[in-house]
């Protein structure tokens, strides 16, 4: 059931966001025992967007009632997906679009840890990257050029050849001394990265690609996947069993979650 503030969604409900994709969302995984890791950095999330996006404000109260609606009955682990956006949008005047709504819809989950990662480098900058907005066309598009020439997924550098992040996913590295490096660069504030920062101690500095593969490991972060090991960046191997990989997975997992 996808349901759009609480009710059952029609048709004529999703034209304008499958025809405009206009919209930012959240994504939330949604453990066994009903809790959710950084529940608070997700409403934050949709608050700030929902700001940017629409220059509208956000019930949050509104949300966690709709996502609890939504969970009803659905088996768990899973991952609730809310989409804030206005079906009243249009192409030729999106400003006047000013009453966004909640559509809520939910799909499971994959097992933890999830398999490593090959990645394929490509020359990407998401738009408004500090926005989880529904524009995934490049980002989508660029993993499946990764895909059709055997890698998993993409990873993104900017065209002044700094890396940034993967299309759905923040993306982070171990150097030879062993410390976590986040690259520094325009990307998505994710919510398991803010996790991870505030509970494993790191540091934060532009990586180039070649830099990236002169790391002795990487990973892959988002709701979904918790952390990922990354196999390869194109044809250099990356150590997807190092230990501080296991580390930060074992951190993730121990963080408590919050109740709707």
Known sequence: ???????????????????SNVGHFTSMRVDADGSIRGLALHMERLVRDCKIVWNADLNTDHVHDYVRQ??????????????????????GHPAD?????I?????????FPPEPLR?????????????????LFGALHARGKAQRVNFDDAL??????LVSE???????????????????APILPGVTMTLLRQHFQHRVAAVTLEQAKGMV?????????????LAAIDDTDLAAGHPVLRQLQETYLSIPGESL
């Open 103 to 111: 559509l809520v819809s939910v799909r499971g989950a994959g097992a």
């Open 217 to 229: 490991a990487g990973f892959a972060t988002n709701t979904s996947v918790g952390v990922r090991p």
């Open 97 to 101: 679009a000013k009453q966004p709504h």
């Open 70 to 91: 939504g969970l009803e009955g659905q088996s768990r682990p899973c991952v609730a997906r809310v989409t804030v956006y206005d079906p009243k949008v249009e192409m």
């Open 166 to 184: 993967g299309g759905t996913w923040n993306v982070a590295f171990i150097d030879r001394q062993g410390t976590v490096v986040w690259p520094q």
């Open 1 to 19: 059931m996808v349901t759009l503030d609480g009710k059952p969604v029609s048709a004529d409900d999703l034209l304008p966001l499958a025809l």
């Open 156 to 161: 993104f550098v900017s065209r002044d050849g």
């Open 119 to 135: 990645v394929k480098s490509v020359t990407y900058e998401r738009d408004l990257p500090e926005v989880k907005h529904c524009g």
